[in-house]
């Protein structure tokens, strides 16, 4: 059986037009927020994550 070149550990990545976005993508991102809140890096939140998510796949809303 082929295996999913999308597929790493189980998780596959998010195609948006043509940049893949990885779960490790997302995790660095949610990462680098964390930090900018003044939070270690090791204390990334859902709400990093989903924000992370949100920039990376292009849905985040842009503020006026």
């Given at each position: 059986?082929?295996?999913?070149?999308?597929?790493?550990?189980?998780l596959?990545?998010?195609?948006?037009?043509?940049?893949?976005?990885?779960?490790?993508?997302?995790?660095?991102?949610?990462?680098?927020?964390?930090?900018?809140?003044?939070?270690?890096?090791?204390?990334?939140?859902?709400?990093?994550?989903?924000?992370?998510?949100?920039?990376?796949?292009?849905?985040?809303?842009?503020?006026?």
């Amino acid at each position: 059986m082929t295996r999913n070149p999308l597929e790493k550990d189980g998780l596959k990545a998010k195609a948006t037009g043509s940049v893949m976005v990885t779960p490790k993508m997302v995790r660095d991102r949610a990462e680098a927020l964390a930090v900018m809140k003044g939070r270690d890096a090791r204390d990334v939140t859902e709400a990093d994550l989903a924000r992370a998510r949100r920039e990376l796949t292009n849905q985040a809303i842009a503020k006026v």
